[in-house]
C-alpha cells in the first residue's frame, strides 16, 4: 500500500467524523460570538463542504 493510498483511507475514515463533530461545535458558537446571520452562514458554508468532500470521497459499487 502506498503512503497516497493510505492517506486517502485515512481521509475517508475520518470525514464523515469529522463533519459530524465540527458542525455542532462550530455554528452554535458562531451564532453565540457573531449572530445568527453569522451562524446560519456558517452552517451553509460548512454543511456545503463537508458534503463535498463526502462526495469526493464515496466509495460507489463499480
Same mark, same amino acid.
Given at each position: 500500500?502506498?503512503?497516497?493510498?493510505?492517506?486517502?483511507?485515512? !481521509?475517508?475514515?475520518?470525514?464523515? *467524523?469529522?463533519?459530524?463533530?465540527?458542525?455542532?461545535?462550530?455554528?452554535?458558537?458562531?451564532?453565540?460570538?457573531? /449572530?445568527? /446571520?453569522? /451562524?446560519?452562514?456558517?452552517? *451553509?458554508?460548512?454543511?456545503? *463542504?463537508? !458534503?463535498?468532500?463526502? *462526495?469526493?470521497?464515496?466509495?460507489?459499487?463499480?
Amino acid at each position: 500500500m502506498t503512503k497516497e493510498h493510505s492517506s486517502l483511507r485515512w !481521509f475517508v475514515a475520518i470525514t464523515p *467524523l469529522a463533519g459530524a463533530m465540527a458542525f455542532p461545535i462550530v455554528v452554535p458558537l458562531t451564532i453565540a460570538r457573531v /449572530g445568527i /446571520g453569522a /451562524g446560519v452562514g456558517a452552517a *451553509l458554508v460548512l454543511s456545503t *463542504l463537508w !458534503f463535498m468532500a463526502m *462526495l469526493r470521497t464515496a466509495e460507489m459499487p463499480h
